[in-house]
């Protein structure tokens, strides 16, 4: 179970890594000082709490992948998400590498069900 911890942990945080890049602006994107006689685009992806609310739903897709996965004891989406130098440490201070917490990942027939009922975005900005 530790395990599992260490695992969803880490890939939401790997999650946050590779959504920032995807969230910074093209260099072409439209400078902050426009022109107010510009016409303003107002699709989703230049309104902020559309950007935080599609990046909140992507995290959440993945967390539920990642966590059905593990409880389910499917390493094979588990290593597709997982870096090769992974190093997990656990709450006793244990490491393993990812080959160690693939070997060790089983089916989890003790739990019976899981949801996140107040899913939140913590931080979202264009350095994170």
């Known amino acids: 179970m530790k395990s599992i911890l260490a695992i969803t942990a880490l890939f939401a945080m790997l999650s946050l890594c590779n959504l920032s ?22 699709t989703a992806e230049n309104d902020p709490a559309a950007d935080r609310e599609a990046v909140k739903a992507e995290l959440m897709k993945l967390e539920n992948e990642v966590t059905t996965a593990s409880f389910n004891g499917d390493i094979s ?3 597709r998400n997982m870096a090769e130098n992974y190093v997990g440490t656990s709450a006793d201070g ?12 089983k089916p989890d027939k003790a739990t019976k069900f899981w949801t996140i009922t107040d899913a939140q975005l913590v931080s979202f900005s264009g350095d994170s």
């Open 21 to 42: 890049e995807k969230m910074k602006p093209a260099a072409n994107s439209t400078p902050a000082n426009t022109n107010s006689n510009e016409r303003r685009s107002t």
């Open 94 to 105: 244990t490491t393993q590498t990812k080959n160690q917490i693939l070997a060790a990942t």
């Open 77 to 79: 989406v588990l290593a």
